[in-house]
């Protein structure tokens, strides 16, 4: 981990007619770590999340990418950027294959998405590609699989898998193991630990021992804003923390 | 499925298809290849991307209209006539698309039919559509200067081959890099807009594809029906067209056609029974939809894949 910045928020603040979900967050995601949203239900979590990628526009603040002004862009072209996230309920295309899956995020590249009279066959050549970033996930021997067949574990490796297809910068990912079993949950932060290598990733996470598993840095919401920052066992010493998830309250 | 048993249904159906002036009246043959086009152009938006345009029959109409003037007061060659309908066609797709597309689910539903509206009032105002009567008397012509159409089967030739164009074009673009696209926005648009892809221009070159196509089926109807009537640029078409999909079964390559068949088999035979041609078409595309949600070609395909997989789905 170099410490540079790779992605960073000043000031944003996302209000819904009156109600603030997010007010004055400023974060700084240092490159090559794993970062951590953590805090209690409706702290602004995913609001955060939806202002980073766009599917939400900030009312204030702004969003830096390499040190570029993302604030204003379009989602899919913060995505182009290398800047992908993951959703909290898992994002697949549940009547594709599993190869079919991976090779829509890989067909991009080509640049033939808007050809509509070029053959099938044509995407082929991403067959060897989309079969490694399976493999890569454990999801061997499973290509031909539609999608909405696979337990839903399998269905959250398979998104990781598609993420991965874009090579992205930045992997934004939404409680990557929620709704998991025991077992799942050891398997995903096996696969989080291993993509993270090379890249950064964000997560919004509730599972604690996950966090504390994977984080570098943690940054803990609470009503919207940061209530503390810092490695898992600083903030899980920090009375403020420790206060806002029990509930007690002077 | 084993592909060569694949192959042979297609060339079957392609014989069939050929065959079908020896066999039953070839104005109702062309009427069915007309809607089945129109059917399964609509499918690619409803099947394929997940739109469901309650305004198609704009396509239809406006191109049945255009190829009818141009056959009547232009004496354009009829694959001429037919071209410039399908041309106008997808440029109003193109303009709706570009406003519709922006909105989803119902609302996308409601502009669509606002649209058709707009063009069903256009059609009864102007002075050169015939208002009520429609336009009469559209003559067929020569096809590339060469067959007389007013040989119904020649005619027939004429439309079949036609539809194999338009058809063939809607099942590339199902099966290109584009289509794979097309599904993934059906699937999760959410996710297809995280993977970078700009959702709305996908979704305006399938409403066009779909509007150019919609209109070829409106210029053959025109040509050779030898009328063009407000009927095709009716609500009530915009309503026949999608009960045509879902009977088929949306999402499938044969399903809409499959469901054109069957509205015009049943408008055609139960014609002598008078207006409850409608409360019969209602109550078999009822028990379809109750019975058989994916239609009748999609429970076909899941019986045959389930034979073929040995009980797995």
């Avoid at chain 2, 704009?58 to 004496?75: D, E, H, M």
Wanted: include cysteine; proline fraction near 4%; aromatic fraction near 10%.
């Amino acid at each position: 981990m170099d410490g540079e910045t790779i992605l960073e928020t000043r000031e944003l603040v996302k209000a819904f007619q009156g109600f603030v979900a997010v007010n004055g967050v400023s974060l700084r995601v240092a490159r090559g770590s794993i970062h951590a949203l953590i805090g209690p239900n409706g702290a602004g979590k995913t609001t955060v999340f939806n202002l980073l990628t766009r599917f939400l526009p900030a009312t204030r603040g702004s969003i830096l990418f390499r040190g570029e002004d993302i604030t204003r862009a379009r989602p899919a072209e913060i995505a182009r950027r290398g800047l992908v996230r993951s959703f909290q309920v898992s994002a697949v295309f549940p009547d594709l294959t599993a190869l079919e899956n991976v090779r829509v995020a890989l067909q991009r590249g080509l640049g033939t998405s808007f050809h509509f009279w070029r053959p099938e066959r044509s995407l082929a050549v991403l067959d060897a590609r989309a079969r490694e970033l399976l493999a890569a996930v454990g999801l061997e021997g499973q290509e031909q699989v539609t999608t909405v067949e696979l337990p839903y574990g399998r269905k959250r490796a398979l998104e990781i898998a598609t993420t991965l297809a874009l090579e992205p910068e930045v992997m934004l990912l939404d409680e990557p193991t929620q709704g998991m079993g025991h077992e799942d949950v050891g398997r995903v932060v096996g696969l989080i630990r291993k993509v993270a290598e090379g890249r950064t990733v964000v997560l919004v996470e509730h599972n604690l021992s996950v966090v504390r598993d994977l984080a570098d840095r943690v940054t803990v919401l609470a009503r919207g804003s940061v209530l503390a920052e810092g490695s898992y066992d600083e903030v899980s010493r920090d009375p403020a923390v420790l206060e806002a998830y029990i509930g007690a309250s002077p | 499925m084993p592909g060569r048993l694949v192959t042979w249904g297609w060339i079957a159906l392609l014989a069939l298809g050929l065959a079908a002036p020896f066999v039953v009246y070839p104005v109702f043959a062309m009427n069915v290849l007309c809607l089945a086009l129109f059917a399964s152009a609509f499918n690619l938006l409803l099947g394929y991307t997940g739109l469901l345009s309650f305004g198609h029959a704009a396509f239809l109409g406006a191109s049945a209209y255009t190829t009818g003037w141009a056959l009547r007061s232009w004496g354009l060659p009829p694959e001429l006539a037919v071209l410039l309908g399908t041309a106008l066609a997808a440029a109003l797709g193109l303009v709706f698309g570009a406003l519709a597309i922006r909105r989803s689910g119902i609302y996308f539903a409601m502009i669509t039919l606002g649209f058709a509206q707009l063009v069903y009032f256009l059609v009864v105002q102007l002075p050169w559509t015939g208002g009520e009567d429609g336009l009469q008397g559209i003559p067929r012509g020569r096809a590339l200067g060469l067959f007389p159409l007013d040989d119904p089967r020649t005619a027939y030739w004429f439309v079949y081959a036609a539809f194999l164009g338009g058809f063939w074009l809607l099942h590339r673009a199902i099966h290109s890099p584009f289509g794979h696209v097309l599904r993934a926005i059906r699937e999760n648009e959410p996710r297809a807009v995280s993977l970078g892809y700009d959702v709305a221009r996908y979704k305006l070159l399938a409403f066009v594809l779909s509007a150019g196509v919609s209109g070829l089926a409106g210029g053959l109807k025109a040509l050779v029906l030898q009328f063009a009537s407000l009927s095709d640029v009716h609500w009530h078409r915009s309503g026949e067209v999608v009960l045509m999909t879902l009977l088929g079964g949306m999402g499938t390559v044969l399903g809409p056609s499959v469901g054109a068949l069957l509205v015009v088999a049943l408008e055609n035979y139960l014609a002598d029974t008078g207006s409850w041609v409608t409360v019969i078409t209602g109550a078999v595309f009822v028990a379809c939809v109750v019975a058989f949600r994916r239609g009748i070609v999609g429970e076909v395909r899941a019986l045959v894949r389930r034979s073929f997989t040995g009980g797995k789905p």
